[in-house]
């Protein structure tokens, strides 16, 4: 968004960092300014976490009077509250987006309080679907609204580190239990049973990959499972896939589902609150219950027995980029942005 902004000239974007500097994920372009504030410090007692964040809080408050901007957009739950509370008399209208399902992510009970108690003082709560605006607390519900991630096609031109084999189910995201990955490796093992030419690839690294690679050793189908850890140019691996699974538990609005998409890859995914307001279900994709094996493998079985059907989900899929197309979104964006300069009167 910011990249966008400041090549058409339409905002000054200053985006401020609370780690310290590193290479960013997404490049910023020019006439961004970033600022790395170098706040992300570990706390064991319970005492250096109330310091700790009090000096964020701080440094954060600082910032802002550094770069006077006209408005402040916070994202992420503890970054949201730690935002709104340094601006606290400060006259500058804030706005905190969501990332997730805020009905099924935990963030701990000190945070959880917290934000119930600040996002109210906040003057617009932004969450990513209308599932996520409903899930927020009452008092941070009456001030939100739902703004969708924008989606472009993402560049596939770079090439795998090495071929993938195929035909081939592919699933990317974080190793951890919230992404369902345990699910998907019994599905794939059911519906793969009598598909011998099928392989699963599973890229992406974390704290659940020793337990996920002996649950497919104990499903007798780690020969045809592969690991491939963290990956750079995701679009690439699209680009070696027939079919994309999402098993999450919970979801926010899926990056990963909608680059899928994009490149016209047929996707199943659980039927998370992200994943339900990204696919139109049996036009460009097929959702499934959360946690549901049994459906998750009839699904998978279903697709790769029928690659015409495949073709035609895929070419419908491709169409996400219109319904959530960057125009579209940042669109959403500006109109909020003058009606906050516009003040509170005008807020629709």
Same mark, same amino acid.
């Given at each position: ?148 991630? &924008? ?58 990959? &020793? ?59 659980? &039927? ?77």
């Amino acid at each position: 968004m910011v990249n966008r902004w400041a090549a058409r000239g339409a905002l000054r974007p200053v985006v401020l960092v609370l780690e310290g500097e590193r290479a960013p994920a997404y490049p910023m372009g020019q006439g961004v300014t970033v600022l790395w504030l170098n706040l992300a410090k570990n706390s064991s007692w319970a005492l250096d976490k109330i310091a700790n964040n009090l000096r964020r809080i701080q440094d954060i408050r600082t910032a802002l009077q550094e770069t006077r901007p006209d408005i402040v957009v916070a994202f992420q739950d503890s970054t949201n509250v730690l935002t709104i509370l340094s601006c606290l008399g400060a006259g500058l209208p804030v706005v905190v987006s969501e990332r997730t399902d805020p009905a099924r992510h935990r963030i701990g009970a000190a945070w959880s309080a917290l934000r119930a108690l600040t996002y109210p003082l906040a003057a617009v709560v932004v969450a990513q679907t209308e599932a996520a605006r409903k899930a927020l607390p009452w008092p941070a519900r009456r001030k939100a609204l739902a703004i969708p991630n &924008a989606i472009l096609t993402p560049n596939a031109d770079k090439g795998c580190a090495s071929p993938l084999p195929r035909p081939l189910v592919l699933g990317l995201g974080r190793l951890s239990p919230e992404k369902g990955f345990s699910e998907l490796l019994r599905a794939f093992a059911l519906a793969a049973a009598t598909r011998p030419a099928w392989r699963l690839a599973i890229a992406g690294d974390g704290p659940q990959g &020793a337990e996920l690679s002996a649950l497919a050793h104990s499903l007798g189908c780690a020969e045809r499972v592969l690991f491939v850890g963290a990956v750079q140019n995701v679009a690439s691996w699209f680009g070696q896939a027939d079919l994309f699974a999402l098993p999450s538990h919970y979801e926010g609005f899926p990056n990963a589902l909608c680059e899928a998409m994009a490149l016209g890859l047929p996707c199943i995914a659980t &039927a998370t609150s992200g994943a339900a307001a990204i696919i139109r279900p049996e036009v460009d994709g097929l959702l499934v219950a959360v946690g549901d094996v049994p459906q998750m493998a009839l699904s998978l079985a279903r697709l790769m027995d029928a690659p015409q059907e495949r073709a035609r989900l895929g070419a419908a899929a491709r169409e996400v980029t219109k319904r959530f197309g960057e125009d579209q979104v940042l669109g959403l964006w500006e109109k909020l942005f003058r009606e906050l300069r516009r003040g509170p009167e005008c807020m629709s």
